[in-house]
């Protein structure tokens, strides 16, 4: 079965000489040296805006064997924790493999996270990554799993099952969190909220970061895949690196209603 693309024609161009002239518009002119990444916090919005931070942060890490997708659920629909069941999922720049073994391996870890379609179907927060993603890297597999909001303990368990299902191959598998940040603020409301998640991410503070996201009512939509993120890398990783912080004004020129994009990578 493969997972057919839903966001082309809207989040980013369906035709393969447009994406990718697009992608490399997007891109930096010069990639000084890649970096070792045990995860990857980008957004998903429409390439226009949010294009530039995603394309930026991918440039700077160097390519894994597999992909370990974590996006929120948008739509509501499915399991609270879904894993396609699709073998391949469909973009202009070619079918992408679901890895399956390692899919089988995250499944067998846990009672968290459940095979399903449905969540992925009309979601975009994933599908929206992977063009980007292929542009940059060659040869690589996903397991792509869509995350709701739940309670910090959830996510705790989830993270756990992940870890149990990634651990033997962790040197080759990258962990990418799918969120957009502040959503339809004034710019400089946007910025201070969301210099508050920031903050809790460089710190590695998945707790801090749902507090704050709580506490001041920021409407990051992908506080759950982040956490999850966190929590799962917790004892492997030792520092960030705030590659670019945008807004969507940025790009449109437009700052009385923005949406706040981050790229960060995990080492």
Partial sequence: MIRKAIANGQFYPDKLE?????????????????????????????????????????????????IVMLGPNHTGLGKKFSLSAAKSWQTPLGDVEVNQQLKKRILNSGSYIHEDSLAHKAEHSLEVELPIVQYFFKDFQI???????????????????????????????????????????????????????????????????????????????????????????????????????????DATGDYSSVVGYAGIIVR
């Fill in 18 to 66: 447009q994406l990718t002239a697009l992608i490399k518009e997007l891109s930096p002119k010069k990639v000084q040296s890649r970096c070792r990444a045990k995860g990857v916090i980008l957004p998903h919005a429409g390439y226009p805006f949010s294009g530039k931070v995603a394309a930026t942060t991918i440039s700077k890490i160097s390519a894994p064997k597999n």
């Fill in 143 to 249: 397991v792509p799993i869509s995350c709701s909001l739940s309670s910090k303990e959830t996510y705790k368990n989830v993270a756990s099952q992940i870890y149990q299902g990634v651990k033997n191959d962790l040197a080759n598998t990258l962990i990418l969190a799918s969120t957009d940040l502040s959503h339809y603020e004034p710019d400089q409301a946007a910025r201070k909220k969301d210099r508050k998640v920031i903050e809790a991410i460089v710190k590695l503070d998945p707790e801090k970061l749902i507090e704050q996201v709580n506490k001041e009512n920021i409407s990051m939509c992908g506080v759950a895949p982040v956490a999850i993120m966190l929590f799962c890398l917790s004892s492997e990783i030792k520092k960030t690196e705030v590659v670019l912080y945008q807004t969507s004004g």
